[in-house]
């Protein structure tokens, strides 16, 4: 089994930044895409940005230009580092993972619990 567990978000003013961390844990081979997705009440859970094991990434228009998404491929980690925040950037943030648990051959998706980013003055 494999945990994702993240941290950092809070209450900040717009304008404000934060860093979101997401650290995985258990079963371990490989991690392939490692992302951001957010939700607020009511809405379809979005993809914010992703980046894969080589460095790739791809960021939503919405947070394109603010938000950048980096990873400690060592530390099983994924970060999200938000600038210029606005009231609508407040959101559950998820880490979100694709693993490899074993050498055999084989992806599985794992969801972190979620942590609450509020941008409000």
């Known amino acids: 089994q494999v945990q994702l567990v993240e941290s950092g978000g809070g209450l900040v003013q717009p304008g404000g930044s934060l860093r979101l961390s997401c650290a995985a844990s258990g079963s371990i081979f490989s991690i392939g895409v490692m992302a951001w997705y957010r939700q607020v009440p009511g809405k379809q859970r979005e993809l914010g940005a992703q980046?894969?094991?080589?460095?790739?990434?791809g960021y939503a228009d919405s947070v394109l230009g603010r938000f950048t998404i980096s990873r400690d491929n060592a530390k099983n980690s994924v970060y999200l580092q938000m600038n210029s925040l606005k009231p609508e950037d407040t959101a559950v943030y998820y880490c979100?993972?694709?693993?490899?648990?074993?050498?055999?051959?084989?992806?599985?998706?794992?969801w972190g619990q979620g942590t609450q980013v509020t941008v409000s003055s």
């Open positions: 980046m894969t094991r080589a460095g790739s990434t």
């Open positions: 979100y993972a694709v693993v490899q648990p074993s050498p055999i051959p084989g992806w599985h998706a794992y």
